[in-house]
């Protein structure tokens, strides 16, 4: 093998360009490329790039270059998890795209229970993307100046915002000053898009309209200071939210949590005083089980930024008695979905947008509350599992042993 790749360095070296239209031809010119002899072969080539992807590689244009094929990623559903939000209300069946065995099988214990218990309540509470903007300056009375001048014009920075989108609005502009560096968070709604291109685009035309018009001298400015959390955990978002803030909440009895669960309120209780415990001690942003599970396998299954699960996966998860029963929530500040734009209109991802009946305009609040509530189910899921001790039992019997 080590030959062989020592062989292909002899060749001419031509780099790979950037190829947004996808075709027939296309892939193949890729594919001659990559079936040099000890690498990929014709069998790698048929399983990524087989006959229904390759007669519709025009449709993959929009969301990737140097398209060779699409790898296909088990999907598994859960449901029927019944859902009372103040968007999301009915039963849905919620599909998830994973390689991790068990991970199904607990969020759809979860939503068995919950379902059972009368339903998962959810809300959106805020809404709002970030982008924030950096603006070098030669000092800090020039950086003041600057701030008065944006305070002064936001008018007219949100006009120029608005007019690069349909449905994004521009909620706030917020200067934050570090000496001579000032970051704006500029936070907008996004409609039922996740937005992450939109209020870029938007932000953009701020600071084009800063730039031409403001009297104070810019040194340097860039689109994105780092500032916002986009795709990583910050403390601004779990304290302001980014995306939508969604909270869902369920009381299981307790009939219910020894039937279905295996377990005693007591005894997850006990087993979340412990948990909370290690999530205080080792410093994480919140207090959660494991959000990212759920996250991953949603998102890829409806086509949402899947690297935005490195922001989305925080948040608080409570459990506490009330009655002889147990109340469950889940507060998550940075769920970035949509129900339109990104990966949605790719054909899997479709199919996965249609099975939840939350395909296109009008559905992106409902979207997010299915996530938090989804979330919701595997906390109770995996906490009941910890505090029965069954963790390590199921994940033998559901993946080791196959």
């Known amino acids: 093998m080590i030959e062989q790749r020592m062989l292909a360095h002899d060749r001419p070296f031509e780099t ?24 990929a072969t014709e069998a790698d080539r048929d399983v990524l790039a087989d006959t229904a992807t390759v007669a519709t590689a025009s449709g993959y244009s929009r969301n990737i270059e140097n398209f060779i094929g699409t790898v296909k990623v088990p999907v598994g559903i859960v449901g029927p998890l019944r859902i009372n939000g103040l968007n999301a209300v009915g039963d849905f069946h919620v599909p998830l795209a994973t390689t991790e065995a068990a991970l199904v099988a607990s969020y759809a214990r979860g939503a068995f229970v919950a379902s059972k218990a009368g339903g998962i309540g959810t809300a959106v509470l805020y809404e709002g993307v970030m982008r924030t903007p950096a603006f070098r300056f030669d000092g800090l009375m020039k950086a003041g100046l600057f701030v008065e001048w ?29 000496n001579n560096v000032v970051f704006l968070i500029c936070r907008f709604t996004t409609g039922d898009a996740s937005g992450q291109n939109m209020v870029t685009i938007a932000a953009n035309a701020i600071c084009l309209a800063i730039e031409a018009a403001c009297p104070v001298p810019i040194k340097r400015w860039y689109i994105e200071g780092n500032f916002s959390g986009d795709k990583k955990a910050s403390f601004l978002g779990m304290v302001t939210g980014r995306g939508r803030k969604v909270s869902a909440s369920v009381v299981l009895p307790a009939a219910m949590v020894q039937k279905y669960l295996g377990t005693t309120v007591a005894d997850m209780l006990d087993y979340g005083q412990i948990a909370n415990l290690g999530a205080l001690l080792s410093g994480q942003m919140g207090a959660q089980a494991h959000y990212a599970n759920g996250l991953a396998a949603f998102y890829i299954a409806t086509g949402q930024d899947a690297a935005c699960v490195a922001e989305s996966a925080v948040g608080y998860t409570r459990m506490e008695a009330q009655g002889d029963g147990l109340f469950c929530s889940v507060t998550m500040p940075n769920i970035l979905v949509g129900s339109v734009g990104g990966g949605t209109g790719l054909p899997s991802q479709s199919a996965g947008l249609n099975i939840l009946g939350l395909r296109g305009e009008g559905h992106g609040a409902a979207l997010a509350e299915v996530v938090a509530a989804l979330c919701l189910c595997g906390e109770i899921s995996i906490v009941a599992a910890m505090a029965a001790g069954h963790f390590t039992r199921a994940h033998q019997n559901l993946a080791r042993s196959r």
Do not use: F
Request: charged fraction near 25%; avoid cysteine.
């Open 16 to 39: 790979l360009r950037p190829v947004r239209d996808a075709s027939p031809q296309s892939i193949a010119k890729y594919w001659s490329r990559l079936m040099l002899p000890g690498l």
């Open 150 to 178: 944006v305070v002064a014009n936001v008018d007219s920075l949100r006009i120029a915002a608005e007019a690069t989108t349909r449905h994004g609005k521009l909620i706030s502009v917020e200067p934050i000053i570090d």
